[in-house]
């Protein structure tokens, strides 16, 4: 299973080279990539140091945040407004979540709109993201799973699949 993993992410790597994508000089990530927060607050700053000022404080766990740049243990985020600034790198989770971008976002039960509703989004609704095809993406949100339109969704890319 380790090593099975390890092929995949020098896969990943090769895929990524090869398609020209800006890796960040810290982790060596993709740049930009999303994140999530993973503390209820943080602080963000004008520049990436303690010593910087802070502008606003990011207040809800889990919210997506697209990481646009690397300095040191700081990463510059920007939210789904376009606003942004640098957080310490420990406030951010590798794990994905997206924000419902229209109200009353159908979940379907498969990635097809002729399959059953499981659950209806509101606008503004943070989901934990699944598994992505070209058009849709899975999700989790409120006890509820299943199938959105990638359009409807902040935090993942367009062209963005997932396994």
Not at 49 to 67: A, C, F, G, N, Q
Request: hydrophobic residues 40%.
């Amino acid at each position: 299973m380790f090593r099975k993993a390890i092929v995949l992410v020098v896969i990943l790597c090769a895929q990524i080279a090869s398609a020209g994508q800006e890796l960040g000089p810290i982790t060596n990530l993709p740049l930009p990539r999303y994140v999530s927060m993973k503390a209820a607050e943080g602080n963000v700053r004008r520049g990436p140091s303690l010593t910087h000022r802070i502008d606003w404080v990011y207040k809800r766990r889990d919210m997506p945040l697209e990481i646009t740049a690397e300095h040191g243990h700081w990463r510059r985020v920007r939210d789904r407004d376009g606003a942004g600034g640098w957080v310490h790198y420990s406030l951010l989770s590798g794990v994905r979540t997206v924000i419902v971008e229209q109200d009353m976002v159908s979940l379907y039960q498969r990635p097809d709109p002729d399959s059953r509703v499981n659950a209806r989004l509101e606008l503004g609704v943070v989901a934990r993201l699944g598994a992505c095809e070209p058009h849709w993406c899975e999700l989790t949100a409120g006890g509820y799973s299943g199938w959105a339109p990638k359009a409807a969704l902040w935090g993942v890319k367009p062209d963005e699949l997932r396994e």
